[in-house]
């Protein structure tokens, strides 16, 4: 639920602010980068949580030997 609620924060400040840039220069200028109740904290850890997912995605596919693995996962990692 956590999670949920910063999405919506994020979707809520982005009728404010336009886009995420806007939101970090705001968060940099008012020096509120590093409060847990910021909008950038909360950006972070709705990227950190699309990462997670993103990456175990990746690990049960490999472990369900995915035979296109090698393709799906290099063209993530633009190697």
């Given at each position: 639920?956590?999670?949920?609620?910063?999405?919506?924060?994020?979707?809520?400040?982005?009728?404010?602010?336009?886009?995420?840039?806007n939101v970090l220069d705001?968060?940099?200028?008012?020096?509120?980068?590093?409060?847990?109740?910021?909008?950038?904290?909360?950006?972070?850890?709705?990227?950190?949580?699309?990462?997670?997912i993103r990456n175990h995605?990746?690990?049960?596919?490999?472990?369900?030997?995915?035979?296109?693995?090698?393709d799906e996962v290099f063209?993530?990692?633009?190697?």
């Open positions: 639920m956590e999670y949920v609620s910063k999405v919506q924060q994020l979707e809520d400040a982005s009728e404010d602010y336009g886009t995420l840039n705001y968060a940099v200028e008012m020096d509120t980068t590093k409060l847990v109740e910021s909008l950038s904290h909360n950006l972070l850890k709705v990227r950190q949580g699309l990462d997670f995605d990746i690990l049960m596919q490999y472990q369900a030997g995915v035979s296109d693995f090698d063209s993530i990692i633009d190697v």
